[in-house]
């Protein structure tokens, strides 16, 4: 996680990634309620709705890198 200033925004960039077996179906794992292990299901799909950007890559046996980011209110950027 970083401090991110882009244009006269300030907020957080977040950047996640892995070397697992990748998503195979990126829309399908960012549908509402869809689980690869039991859990609830609202992971990646949470994470898109609560940033103001997100961008998600992935690759079969090669990984998935996830960029999200968050920017501050106008009125806090100062």
Known sequence: MTAYTLKKKKGLEIVIADQGPGIPDID???SEGYS???GLGCGLRGAKRLMDEFHIESKPRVGTKVTMRKWLPARLRG
């Open 28 to 30: 399908r794992a960012l």
């Open 36 to 38: 690869t292990r039991g």
